[in-house]
T-cell receptor, first 115, second 108 residues
Framework: GAGVSQTPSNKVTEKGKYVELRCDPI?????LYWYRQSLGQGPEFLIY????????DSGLPNDRFFAVRPEGSVSTLKIQRTERGDSAVYLC?????????????FGPGTRLTVL | RKEVEQDPGPFNVPEGATVAFNCTYS??????FFWYRQDCRKEPKLLMS???SGNEDGRFTAQLNRASQYISLLIRDSKLSDSATYLC?????????FGTGTSLTVIP
């Protein structure tokens, strides 16, 4: 079946612009996670959704970052007033439930470059 | 202090060698543990979960020591296709914490 998909695969933007990154999880998966990965680092947790609600957004670095999942499926990560330090690969993962032992399935990521 | 610490390597080993990676975690309340594999410019993929009793999947063996807050991964009879970055992952509450990854290159 289809895995997690993310669009766009690459996004180049200018400092100060607004960007939206989209994640389509595996059908039926209720848990959805966003991570940010910088070069040479492991993925860093940003936010976790269980269904439509953000169950934990403590990883969002500041109020320029916001994410939604209005119908409990597709999620959008929104970044306002982008800064050069926001450049990274943004990964989305989904899992069947919120059980901690569930496998997370990752999408291919969106590579964001802020010039 | 980081939630998860790993030696970044790189580890360069010949084909057929046995190699071991270690990882420590800081929160004793952590609930579940994993090793993920990440190929260059690709997404992480689950290699195996790690259980207190230790578990094995073919050439791969994972161990967990809760008292020492330590996780290990052993790869026997290394193959060229094992070359990748291996990420130690710990679940605490709602969050999954990833180590920086250990880079492995298997040399012909």
């Amino acid at each position: 079946g289809a895995g997690v998909s993310q669009t766009p695969s690459n996004k180049v933007t200018e400092k100060g612009k607004y960007v939206e990154l989209r994640c389509d999880p595996i059908s039926g998966h209720t848990a959805l996670y966003w991570y940010r990965q910088s070069l040479g680092q492991g993925p860093e947790f940003l936010i976790y959704f269980q269904g439509t609600g953000a169950a934990d957004d403590s990883g969002l670095p500041n109020d320029r970052f916001f994410a939604v999942r209005p119908e409990g499926s597709v999620s959008t990560l929104k970044i306002q007033r982008t800064e050069r330090g926001d450049s990274a690969v943004y990964l989305c993962a989904s899992s069947p439930s919120s059980v901690s032992t569930d496998t997370q399935y990752f999408g291919p990521g969106t590579r964001l470059t802020v010039l | 202090r980081k939630e998860v610490e790993q030696d970044p390597g790189p580890f360069n080993v010949p084909e057929g060698a046995t190699v071991a990676f270690n990882c420590t975690y800081s929160n004793s309340a952590s609930q579940s543990f994993f090793w993920y594999r990440q190929d260059c410019r690709k997404e992480p993929k689950l290699l195996m979960s790690v259980y207190s009793s230790g578990n094995e999947d073919g050439r791969f063996t994972a161990q967990l020591n809760r008292a020492s807050q330590y996780i290990s991964l052993l790869i026997r009879d290394s193959k060229l296709s094992d070359s990748a970055t291996y990420l130690c992952v710990v679940n605490t509450g709602n969050q999954f914490y990833f180590g920086t990854g250990t880079s492995l290159t298997v040399i012909p």
